[in-house]
């Protein structure tokens, strides 16, 4: 089942920088999606969410930006901070039931 | 802020036995999951619950599993022969439609040996 991928396993990046992680979809019934961070030995901790009805959603240093079109959606955060760094999922949710479909995860390293 | 609890937080046990893991959901959502990551692997679905019956299970989610909620607040995944292969961290989480994200607890690792 590879309805949500994440292509990038892991990713590098300068403290203060902006951090881009992304994800691909092909369900195109997917009406929400859900980005989580994730330390070892901890559940996922919900970050920023965004509805298939908008392109962008922005919470703080985060931003969740969707191309339906594509079927892409990326999570930019803005400075990156060295308490950044863990694993990130993309999730998605479909239109029927409400049962998430994770990515498989990238892990963010932010450097300082 | 408002918490899902897990217990145990690790669990060993011997192939063949029951296993039943424990969770207290936020107390105002609605729907109610088991997820599960074996390590290295995706975060899968296991199983969703509303209204007190199951709603959504998946292929792995078989008859060696099931959940209950027997008194209203703590919400239970039993395995009844437990395998090898279910040596994984097991995550409740909940959810009340429409406000943000579901809520995941911190796990509990089981360890079939």
């Known amino acids: 089942d590879q309805q949500v991928k994440q292509n990038s396993p892991s990713l590098s990046v300068q403290e203060g920088r902006i951090s881009i992680l992304n994800c691909d979809y092909t369900?195109?019934?997917?009406?929400?999606f859900l980005w989580y961070k994730k330390y070892p030995a901890e559940g996922p901790t919900f970050l920023i969410s965004?509805?298939?009805?908008?392109d962008k959603n922005e919470d703080g240093r985060f931003t969740v930006f969707l191309n339906k079109s594509a079927k892409h959606l990326s999570l930019h955060i803005v400075p990156s901070q060295p308490g950044d760094s863990a694993v990130y999922f993309c999730?998605?949710?479909?239109?029927?039931?409400?049962?998430?479909?994770f990515g498989a995860g990238t892990i963010l390293r932010v450097k300082s | 802020e408002p918490e899902v609890t897990q217990t145990p937080s690790h669990q060993v046990t011997q192939m063949g036995q029951e296993v039943i893991l424990r969770c207290v959901p936020i107390?105002?959502?609605?729907?109610f999951y088991w997820y599960r990551q074996i390590l290295g692997q995706k975060v899968e679905f296991l199983v969703s619950?509303?209204?007190?019956?199951?709603?959504?299970k998946s292929e792995i989610f078989d008859d060696q599993f099931s959940v209950e909620r027997p008194d209203g607040s703590n919400f239970t995944l039993k395995i009844r022969s437990t395998k090898l292969e279910d040596s994984a961290m097991y995550f409740c989480?909940?959810?009340?439609?429409?406000?943000?994200?579901?809520?995941f607890g911190s796990g509990t690792r089981l360890t079939v040996v």
């Open positions: 999730a998605a949710r479909g239109e029927y039931g409400n049962k998430l479909v």
């Open positions: 369900n195109s019934m997917f009406d929400y």
């Open positions: 107390s105002n959502h609605l729907y």
């Open positions: 989480a909940s959810y009340r439609m429409g406000i943000g994200g579901y809520t």
């Open positions: 965004i509805s298939s009805i908008k």
């Open positions: 619950f509303y209204n007190n019956e199951i709603s959504e």
